[in-house]
């Protein structure tokens, strides 16, 4: 009788040690595969950020803008790219509002250049000068490498023809397409002002180019 309740008490003991090594089989087995789907979406992420994510742009000017009465504006600007896949810009358009514009005037590109001025040293007075007659060239269309950043100094002129530069603040918005005028890449907003003695020097001389400063609209 004795012996016959030393093996039922065995019985139990085994049956209950291997119901614990099941449920801890099953949990490492659960952590397991908890490990492999975090493992799979951080490649996942990874690999979309390296190589799949889509190009993400931005404009950033220069503090310097230049004017003139023909009417001109340049402005030197750098494109970036947060985005992993390049992206080629065909057009670059400027929408400009101001105080003596009722409706938005478009500005298209007219010419690209190295830079909006040139420094040379002038011997007789042993300091630099700066020179606003650049080399201007055709604009092209370009491309933006993913993580990666293009510049550009390019001068617009306006759709009308008519358009001539008023004393006051003026909002410009540059836009850039890619494939076609549907495909809207980037946009960015500036703002900047025109004063008194500018409005006098554009009207006198149109070749003359006059500095402004250029901020981001808020």
């Not at 040690?17 to 595969?33: E, R, T």
């Not at 950020?49 to 504006?73: D, S, V």
């Not at 491309?143 to 004393?167: N, V």
């Amino acid at each position: 009788m004795q012996m016959h309740e030393m093996e039922v008490k065995n019985d139990s003991a085994e049956n209950s040690s291997g119901a614990k090594d099941d449920h801890l089989a099953f949990w490492l087995a659960l952590f397991g595969i908890c490990i492999s789907v975090f493992s799979a979406a951080i490649s996942f992420y990874s690999l979309n950020l390296n190589f799949l994510q889509g190009p993400r742009l931005n404009a950033a000017a220069g503090e310097t803008l230049y004017i003139n009465g023909q009417p001109l504006i340049g402005m030197s600007l750098t494109f970036t790219n947060g985005g992993a896949r390049a992206k080629v810009i065909n057009r670059l358009v400027l929408e400009v509002t101001g105080p003596n514009i009722p409706a938005i005037t478009d500005f298209e590109v007219r010419s690209i250049s190295p830079s909006l001025s040139s420094w040379t040293y002038d011997d007789k007075t042993g300091r630099l000068i700066e020179e606003t007659k650049v080399i201007h060239s055709a604009f092209d269309a370009f491309q933006i490498p993913g993580r990666g950043e293009t510049h550009r100094a390019i001068w617009f002129l306006p759709d009308d023809k008519d358009f001539k530069f008023a004393e006051g603040e003026y909002a410009i918005t540059i836009k850039g397409y890619g494939e076609s005028k549907d495909d809207l890449a980037l946009k960015n907003d500036f703002k900047f002002w025109v004063g008194r003695n500018d409005v006098k020097t554009l009207h006198e001389r149109s070749d003359q180019l006059c500095r402004g400063v250029l901020s981001p609209w808020r």
